[in-house]
């Protein structure tokens, strides 16, 4: 079984550009969380998604970050105009289950480390 | 509001020793989860212990167990017989009532484990 799957691995971007970041979860899961690292610091929940909604987005910046989960296909974090300061991994993670029957089973990708010029 | 802390930035341990790294949490929430993860120098996320707020018993998995302390509001993790492949940063992270993956995480530790 494929794990949480994320790409890229690496992202260079110059800063005004936009980052596009990709989630597959694993098969069978339906929940999918984004979650940033800067240098030095633990995970920051960002954004919280089950298909086509958007869940939890409290730990998102308000402006030029986005994330959506459509219907088909992976889940996409997109950063506007990047500066210097979005440079950090960002984990997706995803879980089969939520709510009362949630056991704490969440499950990580490797990260996308974006580093921004 | 929750918080976690892990008040040891750095640990060093002697490879087939014990040895505890600590996690504190605060929440006003009834119930909660506790997680352990570990980072290792490649980066990837590695889930290696999970205690539920109401579970009776401590969590253990292989050389990792929890020790769960309530009323001290303390989850720290134990590792026995240390190895030199569990160096690496480890992250402490609770969930709280809405019972989601939204975790939030401490500083995390590292570890250091010597030959």
């Known amino acids: 079984n494929a794990g949480v799957m994320q790409n890229p691995r690496h992202l260079v971007r110059r800063r005004g550009q936009e980052a596009r970041l990709r989630c597959s979860p694993m098969k069978g899961h339906s929940h999918v969380y984004w979650y940033r690292q800067l240098p030095e610091e633990g995970l920051k929940f960002m954004v919280y998604l089950q298909k086509e909604n958007i869940i939890d987005e409290s730990g998102m910046p308000k402006e030029r970050f986005s994330a959506e989960f459509p219907k088909e296909g992976p889940s996409i974090l997109r950063i506007q105009q990047v500066v210097r300061g979005d440079s950090a991994a960002y984990f997706c993670?995803?879980?089969?289950?939520?709510?009362?029957?949630?056991?704490?089973?969440?499950?990580f990708g490797e990260g996308s480390r974006l580093t921004v010029l | 509001a929750q918080k976690i802390t892990q008040t040891q930035p750095g640990m060093f341990v002697q490879e087939k020793e014990a040895v505890t790294l600590d996690c504190t949490y605060d929440t006003s929430d009834p119930s909660y989860g506790l997680f352990w993860y570990k980072q290792p120098s490649s980066g990837e996320m590695i889930f290696l212990i999970y205690?539920?707020?109401?579970?009776?018993q401590n969590a253990t998995e292989g050389r990792y167990s929890l020790n769960f302390q309530k009323a001290r509001k303390s989850a720290n993790l134990v590792i026995s017989a240390s190895q030199l492949g569990d160096s690496a940063m480890y992250f402490c992270?609770?969930?709280?009532?809405?019972?989601?993956?939204?975790?939030?995480f401490g500083q995390g530790t590292t570890l250091q484990v010597k030959p």
């Open positions: 992270a609770m969930r709280g009532s809405s019972n989601t993956g939204k975790l939030i």
């Open positions: 993670a995803s879980s089969q289950l939520a709510g009362e029957t949630y056991t704490g089973e969440l499950f």
């Open positions: 205690q539920g707020s109401y579970d009776q």
